[in-house]
């Protein structure tokens, strides 16, 4: 299989502030990358499509200016949600598709962040 | 469009035993890959097992075992010598087959509990 790697892994911040969220592929390069949100007992949210050395393409609903994504290297996406508040509180996930093994068209995920907005 | 219908939102099974995750998904692609992911309590979201369409031999993955019927666009996925570890969120998924840019497609997935 292939890894990805998040961080950070929880992260508690107060309403009005920006919290940023890192997303890695370790053992492969990743041009393309996923972030999703999930609230509990819930399935997975597709948020946007993070593409290497362009912009990323946001799921219909999503505020792109509200969760800001960048992909500045092959092995490394961002998600920035800024001005962060109490709805904004979840659980939020982050994959990779590893194009270059075997397996190319699984994606592999990060072990997610979880964001509280007090 | 795509979707993936797990109709279990929970099962239970005793350890040991075998049971039986459901999923049906509707499509009008001829090429694409089919998924079981596995969502323990720590959230961290695992690959059980990954078929693809083209290949009409059932993937097989230890313990874990699915049975792919493409004309009737199901695939259930079979755990044999249930443990407690398979205490799970399973959620059955879609791809199509072009290339890293296509999303993956997710039930609603099944809450599997392992009683001992």
């Known amino acids: 299989g292939a890894v990805v790697s998040q961080h950070p892994s929880r992260v508690i911040c107060k309403s009005g502030t920006s919290v940023k969220i890192e997303c890695r592929s370790l053992?492969?390069?990743?041009?393309?990358m996923f972030w999703y949100r999930q609230f509990p007992k819930q399935s997975l949210m597709l948020m946007a499509t993070?593409?290497?050395?362009?912009?990323?393409?946001?799921e219909q609903g999503v505020e792109k200016d509200k969760f800001l994504i960048n992909h500045a290297s092959l092995t490394l996406s961002t998600l920035t949600v800024t001005s962060a508040h109490p709805e904004d509180s979840s659980f939020y996930i982050c994959?990779?598709?590893?194009?270059?093994?075997?397996?190319?068209?699984?994606?592999?995920f990060g072990p997610g962040t979880r964001l509280t907005v007090l | 469009a795509q979707t993936v219908t797990q109709s279990q939102p929970e099962m239970s099974v005793q350890e040991a035993e075998t049971v039986t995750l459901s999923c049906t998904y509707d499509?009008?692609?001829?090429?694409?890959?089919l998924f079981w992911y596995k969502q323990p309590p720590s959230r961290q979201m695992i690959l059980v097992i990954r078929q693809e369409a083209y290949k009409q031999q059932n993937a097989t993955e230890n313990r874990f075992s699915v049975n792919f019927q493409k004309a009737a666009k199901s695939f259930s996925l079979k755990i044999s010598d249930s443990q407690l570890g398979d205490t799970a969120m399973y959620f059955c998924?879609?791809?199509?087959?072009?290339?890293?840019?296509?999303?993956?497609?997710f039930g609603k997935g099944t809450k599997l509990t392992v009683n001992p």
């Open positions: 998924a879609f791809i199509r087959t072009q290339g890293g840019s296509e999303k993956l497609v």
């Open positions: 994959s990779a598709p590893a194009r270059d093994k075997a397996d190319a068209d699984t994606q592999y």
């Open positions: 499509t009008s692609e001829s090429n694409y890959y």
């Open positions: 053992d492969f390069q990743a041009t393309t």
């Open positions: 993070s593409n290497e050395g362009s912009k990323a393409t946001y």
